[in-house]
């Protein structure tokens, strides 16, 4: 299908086909495309940001692969669940087509949060460090994900006169004129959100867990108001729109766990400069002690728990411990060279009568 789409404030014109290519009889959607691609640079830079938290890249392959396959089944089965209608009743085989659109945001989220955790605790990694991870990976995936909407000529806003204003036959259909780009606030929210939110990471970042109740709240916010403009919003009831109900719930409490967990200073990687120095933990983590598999360390150090390091120390600590006795033992058996010595000079002085 082909939208004529334009931006009239701003001189924009042009054309978009939903069809990026065919193989054979099989049509592949921009659509498809485009979230794919966003999947993968949230991939890459979770990979890319493993040494800096301390995070097994092996293991974590395992949590991306199961938490976007888990994420890809929540985002549709959430969509279909509150998709008005009967649709999916009368064409429950159509559930499948998720190349023609209907991936709900938060049902992927929760989808890929759930399944990333079990899989992170089947891999003993620690499961509030990959969250920060995946957070700034879904900031990503959102950011360039929601240009697929724009593809498919969907997620737009109420009928509007800004000048960035968008004008398709979709938006004359469904609010008589041009619409507010709904899907490009969203894209730019995430993808500031990810600018901030990885310096914060990087920089200030106290306790693994705190980026990714900051991306909750950073995210649901944004959504919030931005649904509010949608006009295809899923309903749950009483014309509370889904998104704005879920988004309101996570940005409260994300923020009483902010101030439960205020003092906390558990770090696994990077963050603050003073709290990881009192994590003993160096800016530059050499390869071979990434997350080692034989040492389950507890971090939190307000609470007198080992650190990484100090897990390490105590680990060699008891393997060595019965090296002292050994040593004493070796010491007695041997002779004393220095009373030997002793001996001989005496015996000369006598010799000589010195």
């Known amino acids: 299908m082909t939208y004529h789409v334009q931006f009239p404030g701003l001189g924009i014109d042009t054309t978009v086909n939903t069809d990026a290519f065919h193989i054979g009889d099989f049509t592949i959607k921009w659509y498809g495309v485009i ?8 991939f890459l830079y979770a990979l890319s940001s493993c040494k800096k938290m301390n995070i097994n890249q092996d293991r974590l392959l395992d949590v991306v692969i199961v938490g976007i396959l888990v994420g890809v089944v929540g985002a549709r089965l959430y969509y279909v669940a509150f998709y008005p209608g009967d649709m999916y009743i009368k064409d429950p085989k159509s559930i499948l087509y998720i190349w023609n659109g ?10 890929g949060l759930l399944g990333g955790a079990v899989m992170a605790k089947i891999r003993k990694l620690k499961i ?16 360039i994900g929601r240009w697929g909407n724009f593809v498919n000529q969907e997620a737009f806003g ?3 006169t800004v000048p960035w204003r968008m004008y398709s036959e979709n938006t004359e259909a469904v609010v008589g004129g041009a619409a507010h780009p709904c899907f490009f606030y969203e894209s730019v929210w995430c993808l500031l959100g990810f600018l901030l939110l990885h310096f914060f990471t990087r920089k200030l970042r106290r306790y693994d867990g705190q980026t990714f109740l900051l991306y909750l709240i ?7 108001f931005i649904e509010g403009m949608r006009t295809d919003s899923l309903i749950a009831f009483a014309n509370i729109r889904v998104s704005q109900l879920v988004a309101a719930v996570t940005v409260l409490a994300s ?10 200073t558990s770090l696994l990687g990077c963050g603050n400069a003073a709290v990881m120095e009192l994590n003993r933990i160096s800016d530059e983590i050499p390869e071979d002690e990434i997350n080692e598999p034989d040492i389950e360390p507890e971090f939190g ?30 010491e007695d058996a041997e002779p004393k060279p220095a009373e030997e010595e002793q001996t001989d000079d005496e015996k000369t002085e006598e010799e000589t009568g010195e």
């Open 35 to 42: 979230i794919a691609v966003g999947f993968l640079l949230a």
């Open 158 to 160: 109420t009928k509007t």
């Open 255 to 264: 923020i009483v766990l902010l101030i439960v967990f205020r003092k906390r």
């Open 218 to 224: 950073w995210y649901g916010v944004g959504r919030f």
């Open 301 to 330: 150090t307000i609470f007198g728990d080992l650190g990484y390091e100090e897990a390490a120390e105590a680990d060699h600590a008891d393997d060595s411990a019965s090296a002292p006795e050994t040593q004493e033992a070796s």
């Open 102 to 111: 209907g991936l709900a945001i938060y049902g992927g989220i929760i989808g």
């Open 128 to 143: 509030f460090a990959v969250l920060d991870v995946a957070s700034l990976g879904f900031l990503i995936g959102q950011g």
